[in-house]
């Protein structure tokens, strides 16, 4: 059974950072697409980032642009999420996305577009909160 574990979500001040972690464990391909997604209250379910870590690409919404970084250590099997420059509407539950048994091949591949990427697995959610 393919398990996301997120953790590094927490309570800032606006201009603040945080750094995200999220661990795959189980039978997955460590070697494509994974991402990260944000809920915040009332709200739909946002795509944040994403990076393909066999390549390196790496894709993100245009609202966190210049302020987050996502990166994956292999040796530790682990993608990060750094998010700087916090601002409160960053404020959301933080999901890091996989798809544990999907080819190798990157992020933006489904119809040139990394919004597409067809996720199939989630973890629990960190929650991050930036206050004013």
């Known amino acids: 059974q393919v398990q996301l574990a997120e953790s590094g979500g927490g309570s800032v001040q606006a201009g603040g950072s945080l750094r995200l972690s999220c661990v795959p464990s189980g039978n997955t391909n460590n070697d494509n697409c994974m991402g990260w997604f944000r809920q915040a209250p009332g709200k739909e379910r946002e795509a944040v980032a994403a990076i393909y870590r066999a390549g390196g690409s790496k894709y993100y919404t245009d609202s966190v642009k210049g302020r987050f970084t996502i990166s994956h250590d292999s040796a530790k099997n682990t993608v990060y999420l750094q998010m700087n420059s916090l601002k409160p509407e960053d404020t959301a539950m933080y999901f890091c996305?996989?798809?544990?048994?999907?080819?190798?091949?990157?992020?933006?591949?489904?119809?040139?577009?990394?919004?597409?990427?067809?996720?199939?697995?989630w973890g629990q959610g960190t929650q991050v909160t930036v206050s004013s």
């Open positions: 996305a996989a798809d544990p048994h999907g080819p190798t091949i990157d992020c933006d591949l489904y119809g040139g577009n990394w919004l597409a990427y067809p996720f199939k697995e």
